[in-house]
């Protein structure tokens, strides 16, 4: 199953999904732009302009920026499940969206024009709902698909920075930047675990006053809320996928069902299960 669409002129969503016979590829001719590809199920290899193939896993996203027109070719293994979303944001666009020069979007200096980092679960979340977008209207559609298109593109390039430690992406340096990073990257992983600020800031070789300073600099946030909105993030994903909200609660790290809703309220304006009706 292959649902191609343009929200807006420069902008290009395609989500793939289902289990090729045969092995299949697709080619196709781009104009300068960044190209995001976040695989949430299966194997692929991606191919530029000819040159060698990129492996992509399951729970990962390949993040390509060009100034020049180039080839992309995605490739699946036949007989293998795969399920992939793809976004093709034209550079002109990029530009008028962000008000960066768009080669600046580019991976850090040493990992060339492309580079493939894991899926958060932030990024999960949104490619999910890319994937599923309910509206059948064209015109809501497009308005539906370029809100969250919009909102992949700021998530991949502030996720993106953190990875490969591109400072400048943040507006400025940070002393403690690696450390900050390192933080972050603990409580996406195991969001499950009761951090408390002591625990993490020794897990990371900081002080307390550091660490909470570094996050509201570099995150804009306390410690607190941005575990809370990676455990939501990680909550909204189980839900689409069709976990009960008591075992999504529980798995994700909220210390009992009633907080968890009450959270949830405050972020989503409904209750877990109200929000999944409406969704």
């Not at 490739?75 to 034209?90: A, C, S, Y």
């Not at 020794?202 to 660490?211: D, F, H, I, P, S």
């Amino acid at each position: 199953l292959m649902q191609r669409d343009a929200p807006v002129p420069g902008m290009h969503v395609c989500c793939l999904r289902g289990r090729p016979g045969p092995d299949w590829a697709v080619r196709a001719r781009c104009d300068p732009a960044l190209s995001i590809s976040l695989l949430l199920e299966g194997r692929i290899r991606i191919a530029i302009d000819g040159g060698g193939p990129r492996m992509l896993e399951s729970g990962q996203t390949l993040w390509v920026a060009m100034d020049r027109g180039h080839t992309i070719t995605h490739e699946w293994q036949g007989r293998t499940d795969f399920h992939m979303v793809h976004i093709h944001v034209g550079f002109h666009l990029l530009q008028d969206l962000t008000g960066m020069d768009p080669v600046c979007l580019r991976p850090s200096a040493g990992m060339g024009q492309q580079t493939s980092i894991m899926i958060s679960r932030h990024l999960q979340r949104i490619a999910a709902e890319i994937g599923q977008c309910p509206c059948r209207h064209p015109r809501a559609r497009s308005i539906c698909l370029h809100g969250k298109v919009l909102e992949l593109l700021a998530a991949v390039i502030e996720h993106g920075a953190r990875v490969v430690g591109d400072v400048s992406m943040h507006g400025g340096g940070c002393a403690d930047h690696h450390s900050l990073t390192r933080a972050r990257a603990l409580l996406e992983r195991h969001g499950d675990e009761a951090w408390s600020v002591p625990a993490l800031a020794r897990a990371v070789g900081l002080n307390e006053k550091q660490l909470q300073a570094g996050f509201r600099s570099l995150y804009g946030m306390t410690v607190h809320d941005c575990l809370t909105r990676i455990r939501l993030d990680q909550a909204v994903g189980m839900l689409l996928a069709g976990c009960s909200v008591t075992e999504t609660a529980q798995t994700v790290g909220f210390a009992n069902l009633s907080h968890f809703s009450k959270v949830f309220r405050l972020r989503h304006g409904l209750s877990p299960r109200s929000w999944l009706r409406e969704f």
